[in-house]
């Protein structure tokens, strides 16, 4: 009996270890880039069937595993992050955040960038003195409604 | 008598709404990005001396405020945002953190992409269904170090 | 010397006790709803010139005050809330929160109701066991993007 | 051995998904409306006898589940969320909270809108521009007693 | 100026000190409990036109300090008190409160004690081994609504 | 294996829902206040033998369980809590504590009240604009030692 | 105008440097232990009419704080402390804490160790391995009540 | 499989409870006092082998339950305390506090108790008007050392 | 079925007690410090393959467990320990931390000291009065980039 | 009037910012180590009569504010570092903390490494891929005490 999608996620990521693969392929079978399909392996995306059914045979799942696939699960893992490579990103919100706010609003008036109509793409920057992350985040302005 | 940076953080930003300053004019007038422009004003980068005085001279501040423009400050604002464009941002960290984890681990082995050696960048991008804002974020990847 | 939105907002809620103004003549003044203005008003809404000037002349503002009420402001005062009425609204978000996910993703799928392309409208709605209160919420479905 | 409800809800929640039911279905099912029927099946109401016995033969609990069902349980899930869908809920009471306060106040003066004696109903809201969620709160207003 | 009915409370606090006043003769004056007087005077209730200007006569206070006791404050002092004879009261919830839910869902069914429609009363009632506190509560039992 | 009370705790819950007791017949199998029963079987009081073995026989405890019930439990469930009764009686301290405080302090002068030699009763109170919940709390006043 | 406690042991200490007396004087002046008299100097307990003429005599007080040194105080300063010596304390209640809890249970049966009928003496303990801290704490044992 | 102390000292609890046994009789056994022991046995301090191996005879301790009992454990339990009898330890040094970094300070300047180099002595003190716990703190000062 | 890292490392704590083996062994073993080797060992450090098989043999591990300490781990326990040990360097950092940005500003202006290009070493100082621990950390002065 | 050692340390750092003053001018002039001097000007030590009176010299500090130099401070920030550099410091306890502790009890046995008979030295460690910060910190250990 699996009663929530961390049940799945956990057996996704224990066979990924046993069996050696790699995000990259799953995108690849799954046709979606490697940052969706990641994030819809740990269980802060949705399925389809085609997709969930291809996830399950890569990694063994059981129906009912695939099954919850394809339920829109509860995201967000919240609170201040400890291990320092999300501390990190957490770090950048904290010392950024503020400008970030305010070049939007100089840029576009009020509103947000929308967290949800957004995409991430994630690259290895090649560069002499230590190659580089490199994150773009592209999210549609949604200006707040007046009524 | 001043004894933080926030201070004069408050003198920049009273200045700015009662004299119409956007933040790209300074920007210009210093020199650098918006972006770290904009965090140096805010609080969170330490001006040289030129730079302090140009700023100073902007925001008609007093010596001793341009004096602590040069004063390395206590960053970061910390917490949990309530402000809503805020915490989109943060809500990117909760979501996608995971993933972001998994995908430079994959790439680069274990270590952490630098939130000091970086930088970031602001753009609008047009859009049909509505513009986008775009992000991109630069930082040095640095591997854990064994020893 | 003003350097934030919310000296302005009690600058405005202490002119509303001593003159005894109510919010529904605000709004009628600026000609929007009660519920935007009101929220604009408590520094949560970001007003146009126009709009400002009504509100400063209203309140007797200074220059400066009705300059702020043009910046967007930094919104949302987060927290659990202490005040019963306020409570209840949280109370509700606590009791019938996982509730209105299943049911908005049965309907909809995944992706949220947006909380910026969204209005809000509270009447008394008479009855003879005593008065109710009503609360229409009308936010924009925003599905997650696949990449 | 049950010890308490959430085991019964974490059952339903796996029945659920291995037999493809809707809670539309289920709230024909019981009689009510669906906002009452999920939260109760979420574990946030009470059944009676008969309808406890209805939603145990749809999701085929045990008879001690269906005798769980009828006892009122521990509600509200407390905390700040995390998921996306749930903190744009808790997101309008922080962002709007304040002059919901006022508005009632103002129309009812001291007193509060009943988290309890109160209705919740959700409807699709057809709209060429993205169809949207339409939430509508009916509570009884109470007001504070002097005494 | 005053901005809110907290600066209104510590004028009422520092009167009452110098000017040797009791709650009971401020209840006398107002002519309702002195539970309730007290709680308004504290700004957690709202006092009507007579009765802010007698109490605004027992402690000296402004027109405008006035007009506020006539303004909903926001009420709650929130989180888990430090003083001791607070922290009791807390302890009591903290230590019955599970045995007070079960004992009014066994007598009455799903619902709530009213904090609203609420009275309390304190008494002390002698007693050989030492005098007691005697506080009454009574509140209106609110049923859950079924719909 | 029993390693603390908790589990007692689970067991009298699960007991009591599949044999349908009552906690008036608990209290009066036991010879003492409902509430003192309850309170005890949920964990925040400590049974005699004789008790605690009256207490097994109706729930059918194993003599490890019954043993437990005579150990002094670990009492009180902190923090603030999120089921809507309970949360009125944790509002009721937050509006109205600062007024016990004062009024408990010009009867008594600086000392507090008991919530160990304290009792509790709550009864229905029969009213036709509906029922009240009405509970007593008799403490013992402690004064303050000098010394 | 003072309008709480806090206000008047900030003049204490103020004055208590620049004048250098000692809290062992201001005991001695009082009459009573050195330990009492320093928790009512730092707002902790409450002076009589000639404890706090005293008091004020030693320190320069106004009468209106005169007056306050006789109004029961917001006691506790509640939180973990920060500052090394404090957190000491803290830490034994961290660590010891349960094994008190088992020894005075096991001495006593269930009820608490009273901290309002509590006294607290500390001493310095000679001790050619260096000198010891000696604190010798006093409290009622009271016992709950079964009713 | 072992992995830490608390399933150790689960297994204490658990056969204390089931034997009858008195920490008394478990530090007699081991010939220390009573309060060191009992702490010992709650995974606060470290047992040689010769007090492990007496320790596991008296509760039936398997021996890898014995060499744990020799393993430095994590100690403390943190937090502010809920259970009565513990927030009274926590509330003395939240009211108190204060008050003995300022005697221990006037007494031997600026350092602290130490609570390593620390012992505790919980006694009965008989008294007419209710027996007293008396609880002895001896903990070694430490100076602050100036470089 | 394992599926983090955690199980691993209990798994690894189970059989060094059991086993007897001392970190300084581990260290040896796999050729580097025993600081870099205890912290992989508690999840903290990512092993190569030649080094997990080596920690796999000493502590009997199976195949799975080994792939495991090959995978980046979730690093960081984070909170304020309660731990006296801990404790006592979180303190460090409480009590010295403005001093060691200070000093390390003044010295190499505005950036940080790198926790991931770092190292530890700790040694034990044979002192008369007593022997001390000696830490050292060196770390990577990282510079804000200024762009 | 100052009533607390926070505003004589904002005294020192304004005064500093303005006069241009570093941080080991001020140590050579006390005569004592960089790290205890700037700890003690920060508020976090004690100086006795003629440190106070040279630091008071060198910042223009009133005889008042030299009072309260030689008075024992409240020390410690306490909560979890914002700032980028000592979130740096804050990690390393967090990484590296458990390991701390296993090699410290390996080496000695139960204790701790004392934070009161502590030092602290920081220096540049010259390097050619990029300077380093070299931390020692050398604490007196003390054992646990077996009573």
């Not at 799945?8 to 995000?23: D, E, H, N, P, R």
């Not at 799954?30 to 389809?48: H, I, N, P, R, Y």
């Not at 992050?81 to 990190?88: A, C, I, N, Q, V």
């Not at 970030?100 to 995409?119: V, Y």
Request: proline share 4%; hydrophobic share 40%; charged share 25%.
């Amino acid at each position: 009996m699996i009663s929530n999608r961390d049940e799945v996620t956990q057996m996704i990521l224990s066979a990924k270890v046993s069996k050696g693969i790699k995000w990259k392929q799953v995108a690849e079978a799954v046709g979606l880039s490697k940052e969706w399909t990641t994030a819809a392996c740990l269980g802060q995306m949705t399925f389809d069937k085609a997709q969930a059914e291809t996830v399950g045979k890569l990694f063994d799942l059981s129906d009912e595993a695939v099954a919850w696939l394809q339920i829109v699960p509860s995201k967000g893992t919240g609170g201040i992050p400890t291990d320092p490579l999300l501390y990190r990103l957490y770090e950048i919100v904290s010392v950024y955040g503020g400008s970030i706010k305010e070049l939007i609003h100089e840029e576009f008036g009020d509103g947000i960038m929308s967290a949800i109509d957004f995409s991430l793409d994630i690259q290895r920057e090649p560069d002499p003195k230590g190659d580089r992350v490199n994150m773009v985040m592209s999210g549609k302005f949604l200006p707040y409604k007046r009524y």
